[in-house]
């Protein structure tokens, strides 16, 4: 069974930082894709950025140069890197495994 527990998400200020991690368990790590959405209230679920099994990675534009998205292939761990979060980056944050499997969410809240 495929299991993907999330976290380091939490309550920043404008301008911070955080770490999101997300491991996997129950399956092969390395040969597949990781990818991280984000869900805003009202709004639909978005792709953010993603990881290929040879480091290749794909960010949303509104995250260039802010976020980045990397992978520990023997931790069987994908993070996101945050930067210069601002409010707009407020959502609940899922990661992604093989285009198939969902963690459980982890909330980001910018606020002052």
């Known amino acids: 069974q495929v299991q993907l527990v999330e976290s380091g998400g939490g309550l920043v200020q404008p301008g911070g930082s955080l770490r999101l991690s997300c491991t996997v368990s129950g399956s092969v790590f390395s040969p597949y894709t990781m990818a991280w959405y984000r869900q805003a209230p009202g709004k639909q679920r978005e792709l953010v950025a993603t990881?290929?099994?040879?480091?290749?990675?794909h960010y949303v534009d509104s995250v260039k140069g802010r976020f980045t998205i990397s992978r520990d292939n023997a931790k069987n761990t994908a993070y996101l890197q945050m930067n210069s979060l601002n409010p707009e980056d407020t959502a609940l944050y899922y990661c992604?495994?093989?285009?198939?499997?969902w963690g459980q969410g982890t909330q980001v809240t910018v606020s002052s």
């Open positions: 992604n495994f093989r285009y198939a499997y």
């Open positions: 990881i290929h099994s040879g480091g290749s990675t």
